[in-house]
């Protein structure tokens, strides 16, 4: 249902942000004792279900923008921050929703990570959104409610999250991108991202960031 809701932000037809891009989607195991033997990878009985290893799957498979839209385990952390920098050198942006504890520097979200776009999120009315986490990881902000069809029901929701205002900025960012030539870098098209954000005064904050992704 969470992969559902965050594919139909991205690219529903009617609604979705960035409708023309193509997702790979990857699933990781929460219990890595739930996965089978098709996700070993030497010893680790569990490796091929963890994050560090499908941020890789990812850059192997080509991908221009990876957005992750859940916490990480603590035992992935040095393997994580190793896949992301792998990411950060190929040019790949990396967003990651702050998550949804109403905690300042929670301890199990990626965005402080170096070169990590972390999201936080807004409420409908502008203000932000008292479930999100903020500190130091925060670069932007986006409103994190909306409206999805749920995969297993098939009901109309209303969602909210970090999960749904991530996915709202990595596709601002897919078309931003998508709108100039192959010489721009990653790096050009974040900092273009950071500077027209709005509601900060281009000012850094440890709630929004550098404001509303714009």
């Given at each position: 249902d969470h992969a559902t809701e965050v594919a139909q932000i991205l690219v529903a037809p009617d609604f979705g942000v960035a409708p023309g891009a193509t997702i790979y989607n990857y699933a990781y195991a929460d219990d890595w004792g739930d996965v089978d033997s098709d996700c070993a990878l030497g010893s680790n009985s569990a490796a091929l279900a963890r994050k560090p290893s499908l941020i890789e799957q990812a850059l192997n498979d080509g991908v221009n923008i990876i957005v992750?839209?859940?916490?990480?385990?603590?035992?992935?952390?040095?393997?994580?921050?190793?896949?992301?920098?792998?990411?950060?050198?190929?040019?790949?942006?990396?967003?990651?929703?702050?998550?949804?504890?109403?905690?300042?520097?929670?301890?199990?979200?990626?965005?402080?990570?170096?070169?990590?776009?972390?999201?936080?999120?807004?409420?409908?009315?502008?203000?932000?959104?008292?479930?999100?986490?903020?500190?130091?990881?925060?670069?932007?902000?986006a409103v994190g409610e909306g409206v999805a069809r749920r995969a297993s029901t098939n009901s109309i929701y209303t969602v909210a999250g970090t999960s749904f205002s991530a996915p709202l900025i990595a596709g601002v960012l897919a078309l931003a991108w998508a709108g100039f030539g192959s010489d721009i870098t990653a790096d050009q098209i974040l900092q273009a991202l950071a500077a027209t954000a709005s509601g900060s005064g281009g000012q850094w904050n440890e709630r929004t960031g550098y404001g509303e992704v714009d």
């Open positions: 992750i839209t859940s916490s990480y385990n603590e035992a992935d952390e040095e393997s994580l921050r190793w896949a992301v920098s792998r990411a950060v050198a190929a040019g790949v942006p990396v967003v990651v929703s702050m998550g949804n504890h109403g905690e300042y520097n929670a301890s199990d979200t990626m965005g402080p990570f170096a070169g990590v776009i972390g999201s936080a999120a807004l409420a409908t009315d502008g203000t932000f959104a008292d479930y999100s986490n903020w500190g130091d990881g925060v670069s932007l902000v």
